[in-house]
């Protein structure tokens, strides 16, 4: 079994989000800034876990993602089953036909018994834990706090507007009405 980008970047993302949605919806751009994630991976995963009921999106200003569970309620295999992470250390996909039809190889039953291992020790491991792990290892979380308004020391400069004739025929128009 190899777990692929896809799985271990899920994974990340949604301990990060867990991380800080106490501070209300995070947004991918934040998560993907901080992980070093592209944006646009980020988005294909979160629609795979919004569509399997891990995350809930909330749109407009001050919107972002947030656990649709509470996270001691998510487990690693939930995630990584959700994005589509084939967790399998068989040749045949499970299906028992590693040789052709009907035939097993001779380790069969040695990559089953791995797969259910895995599935096993994935699904024991929660978010709530994952996140737990962070906080003891002194992950900072930033606090985000309402979005203020700076006050730039630079003038604001406004357009002036010209109230002349463009062209020499509106020029001329405006004389002949005067």
Known sequence: MRLTTKGRFAVTA????????GSG?????????RQQISLSYLE????????HQLVESTRGPGGGYTLARKAEEI???DIIVSVDEP??????????????EGHRCMT???WTALNQRMVDFLDSVTLKKLVDDQIAKGVQVEERGPARRTISSAPVVKPIRV???NSVFALGNALAKS
């Open 14 to 21: 949604m301990i990060d989000l867990a991380l800080r949605e």
């Open 25 to 33: 919806p995070v947004t991918l751009a934040a998560i993907s800034q």
């Open 44 to 51: 294909q995963l979160f629609g795979k876990l919004r569509r």
């Open 75 to 77: 487990t690693v295999a």
């Open 87 to 100: 967790i399998d250390a068989t040749q045949c996909g499970g299906k028992g036909n590693c040789l052709g």
């Open 108 to 110: 069969h039953d040695l």
């Open 163 to 165: 109230n002349a004739p």
